[in-house]
């Protein structure tokens, strides 16, 4: 892999690689494949000599590990449908500033046209904002409307905000004079002061921190747009006061706003759970209960591909695999800190025998106590561990969304048992795999972030700046640009977190590094010293995909359901246009599966063109078909690719073989040279 870094961003490039000569085993690919083609059946035509010379490659799973020769040309990535970076709240300090008094004018607005509105919380959030109101009538599209009308009043009046500092008996004064009860219980809720308020103009205020702009007039007012209404729990609390929360999304300037317009639209082209449900790979079984993931064969295939490509990698890398229950009693999650830090997420308890017990949220606890039943060397160390561990949280109801946020998921664990030395090469070690296996999927760009100590955390402060300089090190020395969190880490250690940037531009968070002081204390860690002490080893949390649930929904989301051809249930169709060529399209088949290809016949009898459309519907990377011409010829297939159109007649062995490399490099039929 050739990587471009550029600031905060990590660009990786793929290059095409030939490999000739390497034997290389795969459960995907059947032994007898290129290195026993002497046996290939006697109804197949001799290969042509123009057919691309014999490979031997890993056919699902394994990376290449050669690099290419000097006359071998690149390999062609898939492009992104949009080139555009819209900025966000972390990069553009005026972005945040112009969201978060977007939702103070909205509400100043809200209460202009619905006077016995009252006001609860209006922050900036990704790509926009929110406020929440508590209104006797819902409102309408209409309603938007006139709001957003009378915001762009506010905004070309340039009024002027303005910062107050009030002691908490002052506040808590004004607040009653305007009888703003949710205010009120803001305000109880805040535990430090001074206590600060925010002027628009001398017209309307409201209990905030802020940031915001010098004055409305620094909106674009043709760079925001109100976009929907829901419903919102005070406090998020379903036995509390049902809200009425209105959404909307600013930018600095009109042409951000219509690119933000543009991906949005697009993303609804992209919906997991819309494809899903077409490509027939999963369902969400209401009757079974919300949140719980049913993978149908098609998507079970695929998930078993991510796993089996997972799992090689990280033997290659120097772990072992763990397989841990999914059921624990309640003392393991008070030990852990769990059951007192987590206890809202989690599942109610389990009586067995009289104990209780607890379907497990995470896996880390469970990798402890494995660590726990031998006495460890410094010797034994480093120690990794990884897991396709499944957890159950609970979510509400209303937060569920498809595979992205689920009640039951498979998280790709792994725990790492190391030296203090050894902590800034291990980290390296986990970027470099963690890139390696999300460039395999089609993302090469990711944005990282280093956060800090926060205010509140366990452990000294030799032992954080000691574990938050490897992570910089780790980072730096791999030429990794990141930007700094400070006091965003959580108490237990500084992390690193990675996104990926998607093919419309938009970022997920997948990637995690955590440094953990907290449970090799509370599960009493230990490893003697070469001295013979006794002392605790550094643990370190690290996922790469996050959970598969998600990742998969992330994947499909990404390349709009056209899965690269590895990933491919069906890899590709033949097409037969009459009783004989079908007979020999079923031989194909044979002799492609005995390659680990996965392809299957139309046997349909449609019209070519029925059957090229089903094809296209079905998203299948390759159709092959075999008419009246390509019969004279012999050997011969017309070749349709999915995402490169018609590449012409093609002879079975060049398809088989370049379908072989195209698998090999995750690349597309037609960037095979």
Same mark, same amino acid.
């Given at each position: ?32 494949? @290129? ?444 030429? @990794? ?84 051809? @590895? ?107």
């Amino acid at each position: 892999m050739l990587f471009v870094v550029a600031t905060n961003k990590l660009y990786s490039l793929p290059w095409k690689r030939l490999f000739f000569g390497q034997n290389l085993r795969s459960k995907y690919i059947s032994p007898c494949c @290129w290195n026993r083609i002497e046996k290939r059946p006697s109804w197949l035509p001799p290969p042509q000599k123009r057919c691309v010379r014999r490979l031997v490659v890993d056919g699902c799973a394994q990376a290449p590990t050669s690099s290419i020769t000097a006359n071998d040309s690149k390999l062609k990535p898939r492009k992104n449908i949009s080139n555009s970076r819209l900025p966000t709240n972390e990069t553009s300090p005026l972005l945040l500033k112009i969201r978060h008094t977007c939702a103070h004018v909205m509400a100043m607005a809200v209460q202009k046209l619905f006077p016995e509105a009252k006001v609860t919380i209006g922050p900036w959030i990704e790509n926009g904002f929110y406020y929440d109101f508590s209104l006797k009538k819902p409102l309408t599209e209409q309603d938007l409307e006139n709001i957003q009308r009378e915001m762009k009043k506010i905004i070309q009046r340039k009024l002027p905000l303005r910062r107050e500092v009030l002691s908490r008996e002052e506040a808590k004064k004004r607040i009653e004079e305007i009888q703003e009860p949710y205010k009120l219980e803001i305000l109880d809720s805040i535990a430090d002061e001074p206590i600060t308020i925010y002027y628009i103009g001398n017209e309307w205020w409201d209990l905030c921190a802020g940031p915001h702009v010098e004055h409305t007039g620094m909106i674009d007012a043709q760079a925001f747009r109100l976009e929907t209404v829901a419903g919102a729990y005070w406090r998020g609390d379903e036995n509390r006061e049902m809200l009425q929360r209105i959404y909307g999304t600013a930018w600095e300037t009109k042409e951000q706003l219509e690119e933000y317009l543009k991906q949005k639209e697009e993303a609804k082209k992209r919906d997991h759970r819309v494809i899903g449900q077409q490509l027939d790979l999963f369902s969400i079984q209401e009757e079974a209960g919300g949140g719980l993931v049913f993978w149908h064969p098609k998507g079970a295939l695929i998930r078993s591909l991510i796993e089996d490509f997972w799992r090689r990698e990280h033997l290659k890398n120097g772990y072992e695999l763990l397989y841990t229950a999914h059921i624990a009693k309640v003392d393991l999650w008070k030990i852990s800190g769990h059951y007192d830090f987590y206890r809202d997420s989690m599942f109610q308890q389990i009586q067995v025998e009289n104990d209780p017990y607890q379907l497990k949220p995470m896996n880390c606890p469970f990798h402890c106590l494995v660590y726990k039943n031998s006495l460890k060397s410094y010797r034994d160390l480093p120690i990794r561990w990884a897991e396709l561990g499944t957890v159950y949280r609970y979510e509400r109801s209303g937060t569920l969304h498809g595979l992205m946020r689920v009640r039951g998921f498979t998280q790709d664990d792994a725990h790492i048992f190391c030296l203090e030395e050894q902590l800034s090469d291990e980290i390296r070690k986990v970027l470099l795999l963690a890139k390696k296996i999300l460039s395999r999927f089609g993302f090469n760009e990711f944005e990282v972030t280093l956060s800090t100590r926060p205010e509140k955390y366990v452990g000294s402060d030799e032992i954080w700046e000691k574990a938050t300089n490897a992570l910089k090190a780790a980072m730096e020395s791999e030429n @990794w640009h990141y930007t700094v969190d400070q006091g965003g880490g959580a108490f237990y250690g500084p992390k690193i977190d990675i996104k990926v940037r998607d093919a419309i531009g938009r970022l997920w968070q997948c990637s995690t590094i955590q440094c953990d002081f907290n449970l090799p204390e509370r599960f009493q860690l230990e490893y003697v010293t070469k001295e013979g002490h006794r002392n605790r080893p550094i643990m370190v949390h690290r996922a790469v995909f996050g959970s598969l649930e998600r990742f998969f929904g992330i994947l499909l989301e990404n390349c709009a359901g056209d899965l690269p051809l @590895w990933l491919a249930p069906v890899q590709l169709r033949w097409i037969g246009l009459s009783e004989e060529a079908r007979t020999i399209c079923h031989k194909y088949r044979e002799y492609a599966e005995q390659k680990g290809l996965r392809t299957q016949v139309d046997q349909s009898g449609d019209r070519i063109s029925k059957c090229i459309r089903n094809g296209e519907i079905e998203k299948i990377p390759l159709l092959a078909i075999i008419g009246a011409k390509e019969l004279e010829q012999g050997g011969l297939v017309s070749v349709r690719s999915r995402t490169g159109g018609d590449l012409g007649p093609m002879n079975v062995d060049t398809l088989l073989s370049k379908m072989m490399l195209a698998i090999q490099e995750a690349c597309d039929l037609q960037d095979v040279v």
